[in-house]
């Protein structure tokens, strides 16, 4: 199977991933061992973790791509969301142990010689960040890849950590503002555990088959009601994995018509949807009108 421009720019996007976070991570460790700014830790950490969680999104998203298989019939799409997972564990240790070096360093803190060095490193980390991000977020619109997603959200927080860093670098070096660096490390750690829920949010509902956004499931109602012959539509179920979506459904059709009719009907609504929806996989039940059936899940799906 030849890869589709969405799994490209997902491997491309990957790639770029792992090589920022080596390229800063090198950087902010050289400028931290000359300046030992607890921010400048904080920031040296979470880049630390950055590489390592993708790494893993790089791994992760390469198996997803990978097609399904006799034993993975519905593919490999639950590979995004474990990385994701993985990703919120490796933001939240880092930000507890950088708490724990600012919480020290609050009974100790001490005016920094020269942070010339330390705001120079912050500020290309602001600039490498930026362009990270910019491609992420149009890799995600053309794939909606969860993985990217939780990768683009913590270099996102990063953004504004190297913001807080260079204040911190900066105020920490006049006398009677040494507090300030201990401080921004505290507070720079709080935002990278809330970074971490919010990662580890997208990914367990991704994991305990959520619904899609409402706004699609309304969108894939419209499609199929919009055929003449659909009286109704009910049971829909839909989830996500990867980049795929499963879509199943109920629709109510005349009554009397043939099988032959009742399969074509079907393949038109599935059609409509595919065009919306082309990573789909569609499953259309077919309902006769005026015949009374149980659904156990009837009184809450439409």
Wanted: glycine share 8%; hydrophobic share 50%.
């Amino acid at each position: 199977m030849q890869p589709t421009a969405p799994d490209r720019l997902m491997r491309m996007a990957t790639r770029a991933s792992v090589c920022a976070a080596a390229v800063l991570m090198i950087a902010k460790a050289v400028v931290y061992f000359d300046s030992k700014s607890v921010a400048l830790l904080s920031s040296l950490a979470d880049s630390a973790l950055d590489l390592l969680a993708s790494g893993v999104t790089l791994f992760a998203v390469r198996y997803a791509l990978s097609p399904a298989d006799p034993e993975h019939r519905f593919g490999h799409g639950k590979a995004e969301p474990l990385a994701g997972l993985g990703q919120a564990a490796f933001v939240a240790g880092s930000a507890v142990l950088v708490m724990v070096e600012a919480i020290s360093r609050f009974g100790h803190p001490a005016p920094s010689a020269d942070n010339t060095a330390g705001i120079g490193v912050m500020a290309f980390s602001i600039a490498v960040t930026l362009a990270l991000i910019s491609f992420q977020r149009y890799v995600i619109k053309r794939s909606g890849s969860l993985a990217i997603q939780g990768d683009s959200l913590h270099y996102s927080g990063d953004l504004l950590m190297n913001v807080a860093v260079i204040a911190a670098l900066y105020l920490s070096a006049n006398e009677g503002f040494s507090w300030i660096d201990p401080l921004f490390g505290a507070g720079i750690s709080g935002f990278m555990l809330i970074n971490a829920a919010f990662i580890a949010r997208g990914a367990v509902g991704n994991l305990m088959d959520h619904e899609l956004p409402e706004s699609e499931r309304e969108k894939i109602i419209a499609i199929a009601r919009q055929h003449p012959k659909v009286r109704q539509v009910h049971d829909l179920r839909t989830r996500s994995s990867g980049l795929k979506q499963f879509i199943q459904m109920h629709i109510v059709l005349p009554d009397g018509i043939s099988l032959l009719e009742a399969h074509r009907i079907s393949d038109d609504v599935e059609n409509a949807i595919e065009s919306e929806f082309p990573e789909a996989d569609i499953i259309i039940h077919q309902d006769p009108e005026g015949v009374p059936e149980y659904h156990p899940l009837g009184a809450v799906l439409p």
